[in-house]
């Protein structure tokens, strides 16, 4: 706690510096960065209040690169109080924006949240959909995070109840972890398959996984 609040006051300190040299795109960043911290701290409306000056900042180029990304933490943010109708009308405006800006990595990653949160809310169909769309796009584009699409498709058919999918898809995953520059954290995904292996009566299996997770 003491080095997140140590580091909020380095980039306002640092904001303060951007704003008088009049480097908005600086700012932008900055206040994104504080978003980010303040969120960590609990603080959910300071961080609201930040992505907010920071979507203000960003004009052109830069605010058509910037945006997908300042709406998704938004509607993160928005997920976190429990504002559904309000997260999801963000993240399909943070889909949108990253379309436009033809942002494939974050395209992907937007439909990955978006069906994670779906997901949690045992919304398994609207889940399915927003997860399937994003591993389509990492996968047709060679995206290493297709890695974080073959973990949530695991938790989804372990959820349907689907326990074979899940355990390969899974597998895959956890092996992908693995390799240099592998999924983090990487906790989850041996969490998830020790979960999938205890519902096989897999009991072994899933205390080592269970143990790794830990």
Do not use: C
């Not at 983090?184 to 080592?208: I, S």
């Amino acid at each position: 706690l003491h080095q997140y609040q140590e580091a909020l006051q380095t980039y306002l300190e640092a904001r303060k510096l951007a704003e008088a040299s009049r480097n908005n795109v600086a700012a932008g960043e900055l206040d994104f960065n504080i978003s980010s911290l303040y969120s960590h701290l609990g603080q959910i409306d300071a961080a609201t209040e930040a992505i907010g000056r920071a979507t203000a900042r960003l004009s052109g180029p830069e605010r058509l690169a910037q945006l997908p990304k300042l709406l998704t933490f938004l509607a993160t943010l928005q997920a976190d109080q429990g504002r559904m109708p309000q997260a999801l009308d963000l993240y399909r405006q943070g889909i949108a924006a990253a379309d436009r800006a033809g942002d494939q990595e974050m395209y992907a990653l937007v439909w990955n949240d978006l069906g994670y949160v779906y997901l949690e809310h045992e919304k398994l169909p609207q889940a399915e959909y927003a997860l399937l769309e994003a591993y389509r796009v990492r996968k047709l584009n060679h995206l290493r995070s297709v890695e974080s699409s073959y973990r949530n498709l695991g938790m989804l058919r372990l959820g349907q109840g689907d326990l074979r999918a899940a355990s390969v898809l899974l597998d895959r995953a956890v092996a992908l972890s693995k390799q240099p520059g592998g999924l983090r954290p990487n906790w989850e995904v041996y969490y998830a398959r020790g979960h999938v292996r205890l519902k096989q009566n897999h009991l072994q299996d899933a205390l080592d996984d269970l143990r790794i997770a830990a």
